[in-house]
Every structure is written in structure tokens, then in C-alpha cells.
């Protein structure tokens, strides 16, 4: 009887230490506004495809994008989903990110490379400024 007892709190323990250290989430909702100089549709589907083009380094499980590039959808092993959607709206162009990631090493959090590189690229290319509406992660510093 000891010997399960035993067995039992210490497969407890180590469930919960590693629960501890491989628990990470994480929450963005973040917006990137480009001014359209172009009045066609050629600046949207440059970054959609600038989008696709990233996610393709990224070993997503699959890679949703319809042709106008209007919304991409990316979803990656242990659930990680990206929703993207680009809007027109007068001379600017839109994209909203949304990300929400559960399960992962809290010290490499999943696809940190790949936000980040999307934003550089963004704000490199394309000149885009950011609003963060949402940023929560439990990310260990």
C-alpha cells in the first residue's frame, strides 16, 4: 500500500513540475496600419503573400489563405492558431493579427521567431505602424 501511495505523489510531483515548465500561453491581438499609395490591390496581396511566404519557415500544421489574400489562418502543433485579415479602408490597408498558443517551453516560447520577424518585416517593408490592443503571455524572462 505504501509503495502506490508512493508511486502515485511522486508521479503527481513530476507531472505538475513539468506542467510548470512546459505550460506556456499566450495571447496577441495586434493591428498593423500601411498608407496605400497604390489604389489597386497589388500593395494587399504583396503582403499577404510577404505573410505566406514567412509562414512557410514555420512548421504549421496548415496554411489557409484565399486568393485576394483578404484572410490567412495558420494553425501549429499544440495549438497555436494565427488568424490575419487584411482591410482596405480608404488609403490605408489593415492587418489584424490575432494569435493565441497554448502548450510549449515557457523559456522558447513557439513562434516567437516568426512574430517577430513578421513585425520587422512589416514595419521594414511596407512602413506599417502598430497598435497592440492585447499582449499576454507567460513568457519566462
Known amino acids: 500500500m505504501k509503495k502506490i501511495l508512493l508511486t502515485l505523489i511522486l508521479g503527481f510531483l513530476f507531472n505538475s513540475c513539468a506542467f510548470i515548465i ?3 500561453r499566450g495571447k496577441l491581438d495586434t493591428e498593423y496600419i500601411v498608407l496605400n499609395t497604390v489604389k489597386d490591390t497589388t500593395t ?7 505573410i505566406f511566404n514567412l509562414s512557410v519557415k ?3 500544421y496548415t496554411r489557409n489563405a484565399n486568393p485576394a489574400f483578404d484572410s490567412l489562418h495558420f494553425y501549429g502543433p499544440d495549438y497555436h492558431t494565427f ?3 487584411l482591410y482596405e479602408i480608404n488609403d490605408t490597408i489593415k492587418i489584424r493579427l490575432k494569435y493565441v498558443g497554448y502548450h510549449g517551453f515557457r523559456s522558447r516560447p513557439p513562434h516567437k ?3 517577430q520577424t513578421l513585425n520587422d518585416s512589416l514595419k521594414t517593408k511596407f512602413k506599417a505602424t502598430q497598435i497592440t490592443y492585447l499582449d499576454i503571455s507567460n513568457e519566462k524572462k
Open 22 to 24: 512546459y505550460n506556456y
Open 44 to 50: 494587399k496581396i504583396a503582403i499577404g503573400k510577404l
Open 58 to 60: 514555420e512548421k504549421f
Open 83 to 85: 488568424l490575419i485579415r
Open 113 to 115: 521567431i516568426f512574430i
